[in-house]
């Protein structure tokens, strides 16, 4: 994955971070959140006109051109994929989807889920994003979430990865949006991202059987 104007994280430093594996052509090329032992939320247009039995979950590495930087690094076999019912390929409305792993993520301090913002479904995030923003043509929707860095930005293969939002008063990180798209990488222009809050119900109801952060 690629971030343009950032700085290298640490090794396991975002347990949650993952990536989408495509078992045919070798190729990381999107990129996902754990939420659960066996779940990970990613943007639907990763998933679009891909077969499952193709594809598989990346998590615990760090530097996916070495794979010797870490020994939390494992793959895991999908099992399942949900894409948003309502997802608009045009527009990128309704750009989430889930996978689920055939075995259950093992779990560590290297490896683990970000909280869901079920307790912060009315907040706007204020500070550290700018909502309601169109260019170009484009409308944004009240399902997305806009975000904006001078200089700096997601890229190619980022897609599907996480918006992240640190609650001081709990010390938890919580996935608020998921990468979705922009113009070029870190133009003028912000990045739109689906926004997390607008799905919980939707996550929910196709992880019956998942345990989840809420902190």
């Known amino acids: 994955m690629r971030i343009v104007g950032g700085e290298e994280t640490g090794i396991n430093e975002f347990p949650s971070m993952a990536g989408l594996f495509d078992l045919k052509i070798i190729l990381l090329y999107c990129g996902a959140s754990i939420i659960a032992v066996k779940y990970a939320l990613t943007a639907a247009h990763c998933l679009a006109n891909r077969q499952v039995r193709n594809l598989a979950l990346l998590v615990g590495d760090h530097n996916i051109n070495t794979g010797a930087d870490t020994d939390s690094a494992a793959l895991y076999i999908l099992d399942h994929l949900e894409i948003h019912p309502y997802y608009n390929s045009q527009n990128k409305e309704n750009d989430i ?40 043509g484009t409308t944004i929707f009240n399902t997305q979430i806009c975000t904006y ?29 998921l990468i979705s798209y922009g ?12 926004r997390v809050t607008s799905y919980l119900a939707w996550i929910a109801s196709v992880t019956s059987d998942a345990e989840y952060c809420i902190k």
Not at 165 to 170: P, Q, V
Not at 183 to 191: E, K, N, Q
């Open 149 to 177: 860095g001078n200089g700096k930005g997601s890229c190619q293969y980022d897609s599907g990865g996480p918006i992240l939002w640190y609650d001081y008063s709990t010390r938890r990180l919580h996935l608020v949006g």
């Open 183 to 194: 113009i070029g990488c870190a133009s003028y222009l912000p990045g739109v991202n689906t």
């Open 97 to 136: 989807a889930i996978v689920k792993t055939k075995k259950i993520i093992n779990f560590s301090r290297n490896v683990g889920p970000v909280c869901l913002p079920f307790r912060y479904s009315n907040y706007d995030f204020t500070g550290f994003t700018v909502t309601g923003l169109a260019f170009s």
